[in-house]
């Protein structure tokens, strides 16, 4: 079991706490993300969204979305909201670059989250040209990891190739991402140097958590000492300093709150972050695959209900039950991540227990 979180640590989780909650009180839209598609050039094991080549749901018009911007723009500060196109693989759709200048023109700085398998130098220079401010590029491991995720025997080649390409551009935000599972654990240490080699500067971590493809694949969920002993390497590598790590807004850690990412566990969904899903559904963090939606573009204003909806996600006492209920520690966490709660409000999996047990 690990220690207790010490005094000074308390102390700065209560602060944080009542920023946290005047956030709440203010609701800034700071993250807007679009799935702009279902469609996807890998086969993910870890896949939250079951994307395939061929989607069930047609890709979302342009048109449609950009209506929304519009509706959204009187209401914010176009530079302070970020817009962030994912899928599926957004680069499947040939109108990126046209939603992108859209989004310049009207003042939004935008990015996009990519596997990397067809980002080309022409593509990215399209992007580019497009206004693109910032990108993510998955890499789940070396080689033979990677493509064994990721189920393409080119898929890491194309994705260092990516990464490299996007290393040049001195004035793009950009990071890799990766998901730490069975198969790559034992690699960290040299992942983080290849990372270093090929000039990666910002490394984000996260775990898998079981939904999608990934609750029926037992090699993907790390045990508990293998949880901890990355939260240990994370620690360890941030205090080297030769490579930025922070481990994703997965959930409350305990004591090592403070020291893995930059800032104390806050779950932005429906505070700060929203989402327009494939068929118009306004959701929060498109990590959420519950039925967490408060709305849809096709009926709703968009703003009216970011402003007026999102109880759920704000007020999250109704989530302090099961093993929530007696939690020391609910104060802080309030139940962890919302993408981590299924149709009925269960909490799928604590990062705290996994580092206690």
Not at 222 to 234: A, D, P, R, S, V
Request: include cysteine; hydrophobic fraction near 35%.
């Amino acid at each position: 079991m690990i220690s207790e979180i010490t005094l000074k640590k308390l102390l700065a989780l209560e602060i944080a706490r009542k920023i946290r909650h005047n956030k709440i009180k203010l609701h800034p839209l700071r993250q807007l993300f679009w799935e702009c598609t279902l469609r996807c050039n890998l086969y993910c094991r870890h896949c939250g969204s079951d994307c395939k080549k061929t989607a069930y749901q047609k890709d979302m018009p342009l048109a449609d979305f950009l209506a929304v911007i519009d509706s959204i723009s009187p209401h914010v500060n176009p530079s302070e909201v970020c817009i962030i196109i994912t899928g599926g693989e957004p680069l499947m759709r040939a109108d990126i670059e046209e939603c992108g200048l859209a989004l310049y023109h009207k003042g939004f700085p935008w990015g996009i989250v990519t596997n990397g398998l067809y980002l080309s130098r022409k593509r990215l220079d399209s992007l580019l040209a497009s206004g693109m401010h910032s990108i993510t590029i998955s890499l789940d491991g070396l080689e033979k990891e990677h493509n064994w995720m990721r189920g393409h025997p080119e898929s890491f080649t194309r994705a260092t190739e990516a990464i490299k390409m996007v290393a040049s551009e001195k004035d793009l935000n950009w990071d890799v991402v990766t998901c730490i599972n069975r198969k790559n654990y034992k690699d960290l240490e040299e992942l983080k140097n290849y990372l270093i080699s090929i000039g990666v500067r910002n490394w984000r971590i996260f775990t898998v958590f079981p939904v999608g493809r990934a609750a029926e694949d037992p090699e993907l969920l790390l045990t508990n000492q293998e949880f901890t002993g990355l939260m240990e390497f994370i620690k360890m590598s941030r205090k080297e300093g030769k490579i930025k790590i922070n481990y994703a807004c997965e959930g409350f850690l305990g004591k090592y709150e403070g020291e893995v990412r930059d800032n104390f566990y806050s779950c932005g969904a429906g505070v700060s972050v929203a989402s327009i899903l494939i068929d118009g559904s306004i959701s929060a963090c498109p990590s959420i695959r519950s039925n967490f939606y408060q709305g849809n573009i096709y009926r709703d204003n968009f703003m009216e209900i970011w402003n007026n909806r999102f109880e759920n996600f704000r007020n999250r006492e109704w989530m302090k039950k099961d093993k929530c209920a007696k939690c020391n520690y609910f104060r802080y966490c309030e139940g962890n991540g919302m993408h981590l709660r299924n149709n009925e409000g269960k909490l799928l999996i604590c990062h705290y227990n996994k580092l206690r047990d």
